[in-house]
């Protein structure tokens, strides 16, 4: 194993999201991962395009945008180091469907969506473990989008 | 939404603690329950802070400097200050909450040591709608006290911080969970899941309060109105502990 793949999956493992995940499933994800950064303002994807990425943020902030007709781009959430950016990889047509800019400069690693997904499929001991780490952030998307969308702060 | 500061006229007005509200009269209008929300250290400068939404609190609001009203007060059962003492202590407010939170974080600057960790979480629609913004950025500034916001959404333009709902900052606190006493106040539903997200993070429920709000009309547990289940929000509120009140906020009929 070479000095920058054991890297990677030494960041894979230490990230929260993969936290206490098996040696044999870090290999597995692992060899579907890379370094990226991306500089303030600089989009990670944009909306509509495929989406064959998912990416554990390391350090920097990223916003998801929606635009809408009249207000520009409007921000719904703000993702921070520990976190995890981008779920559509999962699910078919995996096309992204809104807008993702660091806001500041920030550090990931990006995952292959295709490649995971692959992975998954030819082991579903890996697909379970992979599937039970997305679960709780795609039920607290859907709890904020819930909060978001009774507006209980009104006018 | 309107700020009022109210100099007393008559005797010197019993000292209110942090958390409970007086009754304010619009003459000829009504009379509606306000929390205090002003610095404690100061008791000859009542604050009230108001969103004007009803004939009495849109009175209110329309006041000039120098104009009357009435007041009766101080009522209700305040945050538990004394309990805070030597524990870490995580605000968590939502919209207009803030306000009555406003008191207490007042007294917890003012007395820092005697508390472990502050941690203010406060939850606002978007960033024009952010209570108490300048004094928020102010307190912000300290290193002894953490102070978070967060808005359900913003325009790009207007933002840099964080967007997301109230709760999702508290995972992201440091603060000790067993030795924590938790303030919460904001919209019901707010505080509900702001309860139930502290509990996960390990608070108990005997040391969560919540800040209740119902119709208050004679403030002194006499007419009614304010009643929740076996309880008046005016008299025995209207901070409650969470395990006595978590089984009545499941009930659609209260």
Redesign the interface.
Known sequence: MSAAVKEIEEIVREHPFFEGLLEPFGKLISGCAKNAHFQPGEYLFHEGDSADQFYLIRQGCV???IKAPG????????V?EDEVVGVEWLIPPYRWSYDA?A?EFTRAIAMDGACLRGKCEADHDLGYEVMKRFMPVLI?RL??AQ??I?????E | MWTLEIEPSGPAPVAAAPGQFNMLTAFGVGEAAISLSGDPAEPGRLVHTIRAVGPVSRALAQLRPGAALGLRGPFGAGWPMAEAAGRDVVIMAGGLGLAPLRTAIHRLLTERARYGQVLVLYGARSPADILFRRELETWRRRLDVEIEVTVDHAAVSDWRGHVGVVTTLLGRASFDPANTVALVCGPEIMMRFSAAALADAGVRAEATYLSMERNMKCAIGLCGHCQFGPVFICRDGPVFRYDRIAALLRHKEL
């Not at chain 1, 009774?150 to 009104?154: K, R, T």
């Open positions: 916003a998801l945008e207000r520009g781009a409007i921000t719904f959430q703000t921070r800019r806001v607290q709890q904020a909060m978001q009774l507006d209980v702060y009104g």
